[in-house]
Structures are given as structure tokens and as C-alpha cells.
């Protein structure tokens, strides 16, 4: 199961929203069923990009429910920012 993921951040938000990111990073890798994640920025649009990929759903779920996942989706509401996710296949 592979999932890209977009956060688009701002100026006044950047240094914040990476300090909320690199926890559920490395967390995310420790993760039972956690194939790959990798995370990249656009310092210029401060836009942060997710690249992963899970042994299924249920492993995903799980992701979803740990606590640096949550702590950031938090984060992104308190600072009214928001999460594009895309499940996505090779063509």
C-alpha cells in the first residue's frame, strides 16, 4: 500500500511544522508493517512531501493512530493547515 502525502506549510509556520514533522518521521520508520518512509521539503514553497509505503491497511491504521501522528494533525488544525493524502499505484 503506497502513499504519498502533501503538507502545505508558510513562512510563519515552517520552523514549527518541522519540528512536528521530524518525530512522526521517525517514529513512522520504527513502525511494525512500515515498508518505506521518506520525507522531503520544498524550502521555497515550504511544502512538505511524504513518500510511504505499508504492508497493508491494517499497518497504516495503525500509523494513524500513534501518538506523533495525532500530536501533528493537532498541530495542522490549531494552525488551520491541512493534508492532501493520495493512495497511489504505479501505472
Not at 508558510?10 to 512536528?20: F, Q
Not at 506523533?68 to 498541530?75: C, D, H, Q, S, V
Amino acid at each position: 500500500m503506497k502513499i504519498f502525502a502533501i503538507i502545505s506549510g508558510n513562512s510563519d509556520s515552517y520552523d514549527d511544522l518541522s519540528s512536528n514533522i521530524r518525530p512522526l518521521v521517525q517514529h513512522a520508520k520504527t513502525e511494525k508493517g512500515c515498508l518505506k518512509y521518506q520525507s522531503y521539503v520544498d524550502k521555497q514553497s515550504f511544502t512538505f512531501f511524504f513518500d510511504e509505503e505499508w504492508e497493508g491497511p491494517e499497518f497504516l491504521d495503525a500509523h494513524t493512530k500513534s501518538a506523533p501522528f495525532i500530536a501533528l494533525g493537532e498541530f495542522l488544525k490549531l494552525h488551520g493547515l491541512q493534508v492532501q493524502i493520495h493512495q497511489i499505484e504505479e501505472i
